[in-house]
């Protein structure tokens, strides 16, 4: 939609609320917040949730154990909550977060200018704007004065885009060249102009991304926790229905009834599944958000948390990210230092800190050389500066009998216009050398005359500016690279620019790939698979657009590695949605879209958030971990106990009732589970690397091993229980008390770099507490019988207790041999992971 034609009076108030009606708010929609029944349901349809549902509605109806049923339903309500609480918090804290782009705009009705809310701007207004205004609309310039506005939002160039009005309808080509048009959300830096509103909300160039972007993708953590469940559920079956076949050859020779193996074998299935795991994760995730929101970072979905910590790669914007998005002058060549600063006060269009980024870093400059513009001088005429002249012309009249001109621009435009001699050679060549250096180099010159155009002028001489570098910058690139993270800068500047930046801040300048490079290699299949490769091995990437920073996420999640995008611009939006973790910056330069696309909002543009962001992940993901090996080591081995005894030991009809297989799993499976999943390892969680998936090769021959181990230990002292004559029910609770004893345990050697009572393992008190209290409830039931009545247990002999204590600590022995001698060392310096594994 293009309107052309307005009235000089602008829009009437009539006229524009007809086209308010019409065409709706100027704003982008927002996706309507899910209802509390649609959020619960989406946390019930959770794998692990689904299985702790059947698990709790089969123990309550088929068991008719009623309280422990209601135990595991009660831990499935807390998971839901927990989980819609959480999610709920997050939305609140990012639509707190949302501004509108443009607060207020200055329009044209009536005949009269008037400020009002950018939201009722509608098509055919006519507005107004100026140097530090936010453009409400994409319009068409009828008028514009030196205008320069800051589009690096859209087009991810740092430099102003120079505006002029309109010489006929349409515009072509790509955002950067269509100079007689505005764009909502752009910034103007200098000048002014009076537009007239083409598009208004969604219909925008930043409302056309936004409706662009696509679904999301899961992270690593809900991925690995779908595949763990499925598992889970298959073993789960599997061993209910061993045990049920074996238990039938002693229904057949009258040894136990077939009601009793029915349900031992449907106990055992549930004893199989963990169902503390989805509400121990969820905890977890929640407790992290908590921290990371204390960090400044707001989580907009939990999983994102332990993905930062999987992070293999970080592509990260440099502007507003590595640097600060200001242009600083960072070197100068010159005869004369006070004329130099002087012509760059004079041709210069800064007032108090604000205008264009080159006119306020070239005044902050000159302040530190301790010039301010001189007083009494009055501007006699002005040329902005201009993409075709790629200069700026001033001229004012001093105390001198003659006005002075003073030029800025491209040094072989300006040193063109100059005098030859000596002094103009040597600037010339100091040019090339400030270029190498990746910098914006400008020249200066002035001239006694009245004419704009004049030439002869006299060189004043170079100044080079930058991007600053924020301080942080630095450490976080050495952070990540200790971390085993590699760090990709993209950015829409010039590559040489992108190369001295880079280096600065440690990242591995080369290979430096521009998106021009990239566009050679052509769209056909060949073209595409070099065009991945290409972005695969990628250090820097220079002048590229928002459809190559997409390009670039997929092509190296394609590769396996775990993608973390920065940004906080509209172009970053498809590139943040589709990365692993997606991380918008919230500050001024932070727009509505990239926070939408993201799953983590940061209120400030540093990359050392992020990093604080991955050590919070790797520690979660280590957690995660241990609480996985943590119930699937004790829950195999309940199995291994439960399939071997009922072959072993024929006068027990089953090993384990199936009340007590339920007891094990209630307090096993919780408090400490849950206790892992806040527990704050020792040391540095950035040294955590991730080695492979939750249930890799590695971690399933660690879990089969230890759970053998333990199975083994409580068997042998529950078999030396049977041979010293003990009672059926005696035996039953030395199996209890030997198995929860030497699970507990196993929180400690989950949790374990190297060795389970390394250096502070003492330290972790969460788990400590846990533990305690869980071998205390344990002992009261063991030792009090009218708790442990409804459990079947019984008081055991003291050797009992030695014996079980023995079973604990053997199997802490044992867990630490097989680590060692398996190769199964969680090593802080291990390699750098390739991927997700």
């Known amino acids: 939609m293009g309107i052309t034609v307005r009235e000089p009076s602008g829009l009437s108030e009539r006229a524009a609320a007809e086209r308010l009606a019409e065409y709706g708010p100027n704003e982008l929609s927002q996706p309507r917040p899910p209802r509390l ?49 959480q999610e709920t918090k997050a939305d609140h804290a990012v639509r707190a977060l949302r501004t509108l782009t443009a607060p207020m705009a200055k329009v044209v009705r009536d005949g009269a200018v008037r400020r009002i809310p950018a939201a009722e701007v509608v098509p055919g207004d006519v507005v107004q704007v100026a140097a530090g205004d936010r453009v409400p609309a994409d319009a068409r310039l009828s008028e514009a004065t030196g205008l320069g506005v800051d589009e690096s939002m859209l087009t991810g160039e740092s430099l102003s885009s120079d505006k002029r009005a309109a010489q006929a309808d349409g515009a072509g080509g790509t955002l950067a060249d269509r100079h007689d048009e505005l764009f909502a959300g752009t910034l103007v ?25 696509g679904g999301g993708v899961k992270g690593p953590l809900a991925v690995e926790l779908a595949q763990v469940s499925r598992r889970i559920g298959l073993v789960a079956v599997m061993a209910g229905g ?24 449907v106990a055992l299935a549930i004893a199989a599944v963990p169902e503390s795991l989805a509400a121990a994760v969820t905890t977890a995730l929640a ?30 914007d440099k502007t507003g990210t590595l640097t600060t998005g200001h242009l600083t002058v960072t070197d100068h060549v010159t005869a004369s230092e006070i004329d130099l600063w002087r012509g760059a006060l004079r041709c210069n269009d800064a007032r108090d800190g604000l205008g264009d980024a080159v006119d306020v870093a070239l005044a902050a400059a000159a302040e530190r050389h301790g010039l301010r513009p001189p007083p009494g001088e009055e501007r006699l005429a002005a040329r902005p500066f201009d993409a ?27 040193l063109a216009r100059c005098v030859p001699g000596p002094e103009t050679e040597r600037l010339a060549r100091a040019v090339s050398g400030l270029a190498d250096r990746g910098m914006r180099v400008l020249a200066l010159a002035d001239k006694r005359t009245d004419d704009l155009d004049a030439a002869g002028l006299r060189a004043l001489g170079l100044v080079a500016l930058s991007d600053e570098i924020r301080p942080s910058a630095a450490r976080a690139v050495t952070d990540c690279r200790a971390a085993g993270i590699r760090v990709v800068m993209v950015t829409g500047d ?11 801040v440690g990242i591995t300048a080369e290979p430096v790939v521009t998106g021009a490079a990239l566009q050679a290699l052509g769209g056909a299949d060949d073209g595409r698979s070099k065009r991945s490769a290409r972005l695969r091995e990628a250090a820097v990437l220079a002048r590229v657009d928002p459809g190559t920073k997409l390009d670039l996420v997929r092509a190296l999640r394609e590769d396996g590695q775990v993608v973390t995008m920065t940004g906080d611009g509209v172009n970053d939006a498809p590139a943040l949605r589709n990365a692993d973790v997606g991380v918008a910056m ?31 992940g790797r520690r979660l993901r280590h957690n995660v971990s241990s ?167 019984v008081p055991v002999p003291p050797v009992g207790w030695a014996m079980a204590l023995g079973a604990a600590m053997l199997s802490v022995i044992v867990c630490d041999m097989v680590r060692y001698r398996a190769g199964l060392v969680v090593s802080p310096s291990g390699p750098a992971p390739g991927g997700r594994g």
């Open 37 to 85: 029944p649609v959020r619960a349901a989406r946390q019930l349809a959770d794998p692990m949730s689904i299985l702790l549902l059947i698990a709790g509605l089969v123990t309550l109806i088929v068991l008719g154990e009623i309280p422990e049923g209601l135990a595991i339903l009660t831990i499935l309500l807390v998971n839901v909550v927990i989980g819609v609480s």
């Open 189 to 213: 830096v200098r000048g002014s102009g009076v537009a007239e509103v083409t598009r208004t909300g969604a219909r925008t160039e930043m409302g056309r991304i936004a409706s662009a972007l």
């Open 242 to 265: 061993v045990m049920i076949l074996i238990g039938l050859s002693r229904v057949q020779r009258g040894e136990a009834a077939l009601l009793d193996i029915i349900l031992a074998g």
């Open 287 to 316: 407790l992290g958000s908590q921290r990371m929101a204390a960090l400044g970072v707001i989580v907009r979905r939990l999983p994102a948390i332990e993905a930062l910590g999987a992070t293999t790669v970080i592509a990260t």
């Open 388 to 414: 075709e002249t790629r200069s700026m012309a001033v001229i004012t009249a001093t105390n001198e009998d003659r006005p002075l001109l003073t030029v800025k621009g491209a040094p072989e435009v300006v």
């Open 494 to 504: 010039h590559a040489d620019t992108a190369r001295a930046i880079a280096e600065e």
């Open 586 to 616: 919230a500050g001024e330069e932070g727009t509505d879209v990239a926070r939408e696309a993201a799953s983590v909002v940061v209120t400030t543009g540093d990359l050392g958030t992020i990093v604080a962001g991955v050590r919070e």
């Open 627 to 793: 609480m996985v090996g943590y119930l699937l080591t004790g829950n195999l081995a309940e199995i291994l106990i439960v399939l071997t005894g009922l072959i072993a030991w024929p006068d027990l009809v089953v090993p384990l009732l199936p009340v007590q297989l339920l007891w094990i799993n209630l307090v096993l499976d919780g408090i400490p589970a849950i206790a892992l999943g806040v527990d704050r390892p020792a040391g540095d969680p950035l040294a955590l690397r991730p080695t492979g998936g939750l249930l890799s090769w590695p971690v399933l021959t660690r879990i089969a091993l230890r759970a053998v181990a333990v199975g083994a230990l409580v068997f042998s002292a529950v078999e030396v229980a049977r041979r010293l004559g003990w009672s059926e029910e005696q035996v039953r609770s030395q199996a209890v008390l030997a198995l929860v004893f030497a699970r507990l345990t196993l929180a400690y050697v989950v949790r374990a770099r190297r060795r389970t009572f390394e250096r502070g393992w003492w330290r972790g008190r969460s788990v400590l507490v846990a533990v305690t209290a869980t071998a205390a409830l344990q002992i009261l039931v063991t030792v009090i019988p009218v708790l442990g009545a409804p459990l079947a247990l």
